[in-house]
């Protein structure tokens, strides 16, 4: 496996940061809750077999002040476009996890010939008011984690500060994280994406977490049926919301034996 | 200085078992606590201890705005303003304020504050707070990522709409509007005087001063805990180049007056433990949304309420002192004799160079009876010994500017009354 690559790419006037490790057909990740502050073993593990390309979002690690440049839903989706073409993922394999998943959705769904196969990980996009998704930013300072992932540790090793950064703007960045998802999921997620799900053609493999604490399990039903037969579906036993974090070998296993 | 009587407009009839029981007195209290038969004479009394108030000589009455919030039931303080408006004849009338981003389009500020200040004929003080979290984005849903910049757009659009004398269109970032051109037009040219209600943000002040507007500092947690938020403000000023007109700041204190400090406090503990016990009862979950305290505040590392509550880790907002004798020597509350209350805010006023104390004389379940008690005791024997103070140094230039009293309408009400 080759060593891990960091890039800059500007998008919308700003500088942001793409990682890439591996080898192969790309394949993209658009992560959930906390963006991909560090590189970690999921991504390692799927660079086994291909090259992973991580890209930060906007406002996500990496993607600076790059949220506050967008307003409106489209504006996202299109800066998620351009992000893949720059990043050297158009027509790529393309995964997302939670917040990272709606967009992900939304990009195969608007931009179809940029997203070859899509693998959503308990995306956002959705809402159902009689079983509604757990509110991550209405959790009280220091518990976010418990609901993130079976393991609370995962996300805690994912977030914790590196030895070299100051650590006033590692929160900020943590901070700034949840932020940017917020522009343009607040107030609980609801995208709309349920009149877009027919549109996405591309095979599709939707994972959910046996332990999901976030979205309920009725929500990866709706995404299979409004995508139609082009989706199927997984649970991950013992993984939570960031499933990938929790169970990085069997998500990537899964992924790979859907994508190849 | 000035003396601004404030009120909260606290539900006075939570339960005794409501901590053990419910999970917080915002966001998410259980309404089938509310009586609204018991609110019909809980909005009477506190209506009817505003004008008391007024009556009794307090410089200015003052209102502001919750949501979902069982200590302070004013979801539009507008309303309340406008039968005081009305119902009073000389105070000033200080609405503390409108959360600019709930409004839309915000306009509707511009217009019914300029109605408040023509039926009040030009006594309006027009606060324009973001709002809190908890009132602006979880209870009425607005993004915390985009709440800031939508606030200042608010207010630019209020104050064009104030001072534009031609028609015109705003093409903002999240207003648009074709035609500006806001019918009735304020009576205090070029506009009332702006008050913006904060916590400890560095960009308030530095906007406060930039704007020229005050900069009021509404904590619950008294003179002590606020010491340092409003030495940082002076400092800030100080940088700025500006002077150090204590009119440029306001600041809220509780106060309990009775003859004696053992008869106060014998006779506001009750009403002080409600407030500080079962009001100030919060989830802290709702307390922190992600990009509500801007980048630069967290840099400068200052403590905002916001902030503590964020980084307290706790289930509650703020570890507060519920006891009366916590409560007095945390600074929460002043409580004393007349002259120990006086000496008291003397110090407190000049430490904090403040020029406009707001005063919460009524708290927590605090009846009509002993809140009519303090503010009378207050004006009749604390007000005359520090009003005098800083006004031989300075002129308040952000105090309403009313029409003349002998030009002003007299409600009919007031004339009938005067007769009999």
């Known amino acids: 496996m080759s060593e891990l690559k960091q890039r800059k790419v500007t998008l919308n006037g700003v500088e942001t940061r793409v990682w890439e490790k591996g080898a192969g057909e790309p394949i993209g990740y658009f992560p959930g809750y906390g963006g991909a502050p560090r590189w970690h073993g999921f991504l390692d593990e799927l660079a086994k077999k291909r090259r992973v390309i991580a890209p930060s979002l906007p406002g996500f690690p990496g993607g600076g002040l790059g949220h506050l440049k967008l307003d409106s839903h489209l504006d996202w989706v299109i800066a998620c476009a351009d992000l893949l073409e720059m990043s050297g993922l158009s027509g790529a394999d393309l995964i997302g996890v939670g917040f990272g998943g709606a967009l992900a959705a939304d990009v195969a769904a608007i931009f179809g010939q940029k997203v070859r196969k899509l693998a959503l990980i308990s995306a956002y996009g959705l809402y159902d008011e009689s079983e509604p998704i757990t509110n991550v930013w209405a959790q009280r300072p220091g518990t976010v984690q418990n609901i993130l992932c079976a393991n609370p540790a995962r996300f805690t090793d994912l977030t914790t500060m590196p030895n070299d950064y100051n650590p006033v703007e590692w929160q900020i960045e943590m901070i700034r994280a949840s932020e940017a998802a917020a522009r343009y999921l607040w107030p609980f997620g609801n995208t709309h994406l349920d009149k877009r799900l027919a549109r996405i053609k591309q095979p599709t493999l939707l994972i959910r977490g046996s332990e999901d604490k976030v979205i309920p399990a009725s929500y990866m039903k709706r995404f299979a049926s409004g995508i139609g037969a082009n989706a199927k579906t997984v649970t991950i036993n013992d993984a939570g919301h960031l499933a990938e974090l929790d169970e990085p070998v069997a998500v990537a296993n899964a992924i790979l034996g859907f994508a190849g | ?420």
């Not at chain 2, 309340?80 to 119902?87: F, P, W």
């Not at chain 2, 009749?380 to 308040?396: G, L, R, S």
Request: hydrophobic share 40%.
């Open chain 2, 1 to 420: 200085m000035k003396l601004c009587w404030f009120h909260l407009m606290p539900y006075t009839d939570l339960p005794d078992d409501f901590q053990q029981k419910h999970n917080s007195v915002w966001v998410d209290i259980d309404s089938r606590l509310f009586d609204p038969q018991k609110a019909h004479h809980m909005y009477n009394d506190f209506m009817d201890e505003l004008e008391f108030a007024a009556d009794c000589g307090f410089d200015a009455i003052c209102v502001n705005e919750h949501h979902a919030n069982g200590y302070g039931l004013m979801p539009s303080p507008n309303l309340i303003a406008s039968t005081l408006a009305r119902r009073t004849k000389d105070t000033a009338i200080c609405v503390m304020g409108n959360s600019l981003a709930l409004y839309n389009p915000p306009t509707r500020v511009a217009e019914e504050f300029a109605m408040l200040d023509c039926i009040s004929g030009g006594r309006l003080i027009a606060g324009f707070p973001v709002g809190t979290p908890m009132d602006t984005c979880y209870a009425m849903g607005q993004n915390p990522s985009s709440l800031r910049e939508k606030y200042r757009e608010a207010h630019d659009l209020v104050m064009k709409a104030w001072t534009e004398k031609d028609t015109f269109s705003f093409d903002g970032r999240y207003n648009q509007i074709p035609f500006v051109n806001i019918w009735p037009r304020p009576l205090q040219q070029p506009h009332p005087p702006v008050w913006i209600p904060g916590g400890g943000s560095v960009e308030t002040w530095q906007w406060c001063a930039e704007m020229d507007y005050v900069y009021a500092y509404l904590s619950y947690f008294g003179y002590k805990a606020g010491m340092e938020t409003m030495l940082g403000f002076w400092d800030e000023m100080n940088k700025l180049g500006k002077d150090l007109n204590p009119y440029r700041a306001g600041f809220l204190q509780f106060v309990g007056v009775a003859e004696s400090h053992e008869e106060a406090m014998k006779i506001y503990k009750e009403p002080a433990e409600y407030f500080y016990g079962r009001c100030l009862h919060v989830d802290s979950a709702y307390a922190a949304p992600p990009g509500y305290t801007t980048e630069e505040t967290i840099r400068r590392k200052v403590n905002s309420q916001v902030m503590k509550v964020a980084t307290s880790g706790g289930a509650r907002m703020v570890n507060v002192a519920t006891d009366i004798e916590h409560i007095e020597q945390e600074g929460y509350v002043i409580l004393g004799s007349p002259d120990e209350v006086a000496e008291k805010l003397r110090k407190v006023a000049n430490e904090m160079n403040v020029g406009h104390l707001m005063l919460l004389l009524q708290y927590g379940n605090m009846s009509k009876d002993l809140s009519n008690y303090n503010t009378k005791l207050f004006a009749e024997k604390v007000m005359p010994q520090i009003k005098d103070i800083f006004d031989d140094k300075w002129e308040d230039h952000w105090w309403p500017k009313p029409m003349p009293a002998n030009e002003r309408a007299i409600p009919a009400r007031m004339t009938r009354e005067a007769a009999e």
